[in-house]
């Protein structure tokens, strides 16, 4: 019970200091706004009213299969993701999504930008509410404000409203925890149903990856899907062939599913605590000799509890143990940079540099905007041993799915990599190592899953 307060009090945390900003907005206006279903031409030829959302922590997709066209639908710019991203501009009073989302913050408007919506589901807040403007408004209805931009950009595009629908989710919102992950699953059911949509039904991510690979290949394989996302790691060993492609019960093809919480965002904390928390004073040594408590630098490495940092209670636990710092070089940058509020800067600066080590071995960041003249060269080796211990445990995992299947590694055909976070060379190369005679297929890292839950949905509800 302790521990479930303790959850709570955590995310309320969390997401109060998230939501703080978004109190000038007219909460009714927005549920309106969002929640109320807009009358849209129903003129097209296709009867289709079924799409597929992949709602992902970092990108989310819509998918919708028209025969003779692209499957997933633009939803930005011409593009066809949608980063999983709410920034709440106080100056204009609106939410804004996605990569416009990030511009506006990064360009400095003021308000407040909201990211990994996902990982509320499965946590006890979701069940809570939190005030804005002195009114209550559920956490839930946060995750509907972004899907609903989903289901009406995809509309807007389609030109024809969406009734059914296939979420993909991931094999375990929460490790460990049926009950809670049955929870996370309700959850997502009744958000998509204020949104409108009449059936709701769910496909595991991986699996609905699988489809979409198979949807390209010409004789029978046995797969293990390997999706690594910005917050999870699924697998699926499945057998896929042109012939079963139209099979509408897969169950038996399905040997195995499995997963773990580790995702993008976790390589960033590892990166930012081996790379760039030192430079703040992560590892300072105290005049008697110990190391410096971590929690600080741990908040500073991880995107929502950066704004703890600034809180003034931490201020002031900082500020007495510099005192007893040897070396304060560190803390007195950390000082600068809690002034400048520059922590959500500092953290995109490390997701960058984890994805530019994909291609190049070394990158060089400037730090000027907190200390003029400040950089550091963060390499690839220096990243890839801070996450040894997580593709470790990542490794773990596809060794439970195999034993789980009763299938030897010299038995799989294809491992098949989506998801942005599989693009890291080494986290590829530790697995593929596990498999010695499965050739190795790169899938569309972000498009894959929206594709497949496109095809399961024309399957579940026709086309
Ligand atoms: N080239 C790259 N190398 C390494 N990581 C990358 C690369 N490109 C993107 N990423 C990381 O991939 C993650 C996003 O991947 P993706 O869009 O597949 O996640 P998601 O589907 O939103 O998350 P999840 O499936 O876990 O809910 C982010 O953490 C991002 O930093
Ligand atoms: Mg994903």
Redesign the pocket.
Known sequence: MQQMWGQIAYFQARFNSELAYASAFDWHTLRGRFFDRNPIDMNSPSPARACGI?F?????TVGWIRPGMETLIALEDGKITLP?VVFFNIEERRPVYGRLALHEYLEGYEGRLMRSL?SLLGSKLIKHDTSVLGTAMPFKDLLGLFIGQLKSRAEATAGREFEEVVLGR?VFFVDDDPMADKEAEDTLVDVARKLGFKEVSFQY?PIAAAFDYESTIEKEELVLIV?I????SDFSLVRLSPERRSVDNRHDDILATGGVHI???D??KQLSLAGMMPLFGYGSRMKSGAYMPTSHHMNLATWHTINSVYSQKSQLALGSMRYDIEDTGGIDRLFKLIEQRAGHWLAMEV?ET??QL?QEDNRHVALDRIEKGLSVDLSRALFESSIDNLLERVRGSVTQLLSDASVGVEQVDTVFFT???S??PALRHSISAMLPNARHVEGN??GS?GSGLAIEASKRYGY
Not at 56 to 60: A, I
């Open positions: 992949d992902g922590t970092s990108n989310s999983s996902k991931p991510e999706d996302g910005g917050g999870t995702g993008g965002t390589f960033d997701e984890k994805i994909t998801g942005g976070s693009g890291i890292i972000f899953i």
